[in-house]
């Protein structure tokens, strides 16, 4: 079993609709990273959560640490949110390496 | 914009040659990593360096090696090239002591694609 499992694998949605993509770790963290990655190109840093919720623009993460399970929202979804949307959490018995999901493809259709 | 910046964007070496891809930083960002990202896959961690020392590794073998400059510049050296090496190398950055790195927002350079033939 992966230390971290995202969910859904693929995601295909029209626009406008709410998205949810879900993360579970197994690992004590210290912190959890969401990021997104363009076709070909690289990563950019959405959140970096370590408890509670963020928010910035259309985009939502949460986290709940009892449970090491977090969410990333995106609301009223937009052609240009297609991307995959990667899960990664910095280790406490590692903090100098990240665990990584295996990311979600997400396709939002006009 | 993420203020890290990766040269070459592209590059196509054979088998058996020497590579060197270069990252630059943010100033004040002290704690750089790079990652392998093969087709498909997620990236995997080659190792961080901070204030110009290796500060932890992947499973990597030696041939792959780096340097961190003062001037937050670094390089990704690669050996003795191999096919399974052609891939997207990422570099990272990020403020802060290397042990609480991650617990830094991440910034990304967008990535040298290496194709080795």
């Known amino acids: 079993k992966n230390e971290v499992e995202q969910s859904p694998q693929n995601l295909t949605a029209q626009e406008g609709e709410f998205i949810t993509i879900n993360c579970s770790y197994s690992?004590?963290?210290?912190?959890l990273h969401w990021l997104q990655q363009h076709p070909g190109g690289g990563i950019v840093s959405l959140f970096m959560l370590s408890s509670g919720k963020k928010k910035h623009g259309r985009l939502i993460a949460t986290i709940n640490i009892q449970e090491k399970h977090s969410s990333l929202h995106i609301t009223a979804s937009h052609p240009r949110d297609s991307a995959v949307y990667i899960c990664a959490v910095s280790s406490m018995d590692s903090n100098y390496q990240l665990i990584w999901g295996a990311g979600t493809k997400l396709i939002i259709k006009p | 914009e993420t203020g890290v910046t990766q040269s070459p964007t592209h590059l196509i070496k054979t088998r058996g040659q020497q590579v060197t891809l270069r990252c630059s930083s943010q100033s004040g960002h002290n704690t750089v990593s790079w990652y392998q990202q093969a087709l498909g896959q997620g990236p995997q961690f080659i190792f961080q360096?901070?204030?110009?020392?290796?500060?932890g590794r992947g499973n990597f073998p030696p041939r792959f090696s780096g340097l961190q400059f003062p001037n937050y510049s670094s390089e990704l050296n690669v050996n003795a090239l191999e096919l399974d090496d052609s891939a997207l190398y990422l570099c990272?950055?990020?403020?802060?002591?290397?042990?609480?790195?991650?617990?830094?927002?991440?910034?990304f350079g967008n990535g040298t694609r290496l194709t080795v033939t």
């Open positions: 690992v004590g963290i210290s912190a």
């Open positions: 360096y901070y204030r110009e020392e290796e500060n």
């Open positions: 990272a950055s990020s403020p802060g002591t290397a042990g609480s790195s991650y617990n830094s927002p991440l910034h």
